[in-house]
């Protein structure tokens, strides 16, 4: 995408972390903010920042895992704003630590609603709109735990390797089209991710998880995920742990476990 001068944007969890900081550079950079978030305050707090720049803005209360209200956004954003040239699919939240055993399945079936159906509703909701536009861009937020699984973290990996699945599958689909399919890796960016996660009562493991793991700025890691989107990049890895999982999980698909428990077991000493 050349320019993001006057293109309408939609962002998901637009109130908090990365998906604020895109907005606001996003904003700076001409384009028109379609911010959405469950989170009326977090929202709120968005727009003031981007106003506070010059910039425009227009913001949803949305909770993405609701498959009506998200076909409703969609309805009411073209209505009002005629077309969209940037989906963002950014809106997640991860569990705490809990193993398969001990966990509720209704929040694994609200990780899932969340981080995976979010997205491919939003993807449903806006794409015979998107393929209309000379250039567009879905960008899909996956993780580091959407290339390798790691243990007490079964849902929350589950959601952000379907998120790669249907990123990859999607790309073929439109691979000759206008619309640029990218998928985001992020590795521990400084946002709330650890303060709204459901927590199973291990908020020890979940201190030390904020503290240690989470690293790179949001403002950074938006910056790059803005880049790509620039540059028609489809894959996108952010922080070094990320580029090293990856390489691991080439070398060795199944034997990357026990290299990857060595390390962060080291790191959360
Ligand atoms: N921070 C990290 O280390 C990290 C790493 C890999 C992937 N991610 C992913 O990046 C994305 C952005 O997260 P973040 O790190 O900025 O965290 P964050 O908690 O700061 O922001 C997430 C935003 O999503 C919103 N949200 C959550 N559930 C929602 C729902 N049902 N409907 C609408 N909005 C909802 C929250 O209210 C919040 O504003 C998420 O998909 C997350 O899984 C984060």
Redesign the pocket.
Known sequence: MKNFKDKNIVI??A?????RCMSIELAGKGAKIIA????KQ?LEETVEMVKRNGGTIHSHQ????KETAVFAFGENVLKEHGHVDVLIN?????LGKINFKSLKMNDFHKIMD??FW?VVNHTKAFIDNLLTRPEASIVN?????GIIGVADQVPYCTS?FAVKGFSEALRMELMNSNVVVTCVH????K???AK?AVHYGDDETMDKFEKRA?RIP?EEAASLIIKAIRNKQERLLIGPEVYMADSLVRTSPVGYGKVLKFIMDKAMQ
Do not use: E, H, W, Y
Request: zero cysteines; charged letters at 10%.
């Open positions: 998901t969890g109130g908090s972390g990365m998906g959405s978030d469950i989170n977090g949305v909770d993405v895992g950014n809106a997640g939240f991860a969340v981080n979010g937020i996956s993780s580091l735990f952000k992020p590795g521990g960016i946002t709330n991710i709204n989470l949001a």
